[in-house]
């Protein structure tokens, strides 16, 4: 059948699918407060911004991905990466305009590993993503380690 791009607000039907993907984190990786407490609302909250590469109907890999604001300035980018932009995207209220994007996870299937849908996964999220900002400040954020790096999609 061949893979296609979906949003979890285009197929609410395969969450399930989505969060039952294998996982190759490591346990201590899973206990994260910050994650404990957000991101089973993802896709509630945010639908538009978990992307899912599917076969038919079989998720073979996925994008989750949260807004948050950022002033656009390097310097501002939080040290705590990853925690920072969950905290901020589900604030009761943002304290300015989304103005960026924090990949939180990409995930293939492992029988995908080689395929190059990685790959297709990042670059299908980048135009998807800025696609529902405003403003000139454009940008998806990529957690690295503990710190964040801006990637310019304008």
Do not use: K
Request: aromatic share 8%; proline share 9%; glycine share 8%.
């Amino acid at each position: 059948m061949g893979i296609s791009f979906v949003t979890v607000r285009d197929r609410p039907d395969l969450v399930r699918q989505m969060w039952d993907l294998p996982t190759p984190w490591p346990t201590f990786m899973q206990q994260d407060v910050v994650s404990d407490l957000t991101y089973d609302l993802m896709p509630v909250r945010y639908p538009e911004y978990q992307l899912l590469a599917v076969d038919g109907d079989r998720v073979r890999a996925r994008v989750n991905a949260v807004p948050y604001a950022w002033s656009g300035v390097d310097d501002d980018l939080p040290e705590n990466g990853w925690d920072f932009a969950l905290g901020m995207a589900f604030r009761p209220e943002m304290p300015g305009p989304a103005t960026a994007v924090c990949l939180i996870e990409a995930r293939i299937h492992p029988d995908q590993a080689g395929s190059g849908l990685g790959s297709d996964l990042v670059r299908t999220t980048m135009p998807s993503t800025s696609n529902r900002m405003s403003g000139s400040s454009t940008a998806l954020v990529e957690s690295v380690g503990l710190f964040a790096i801006p990637i310019d999609i304008r």
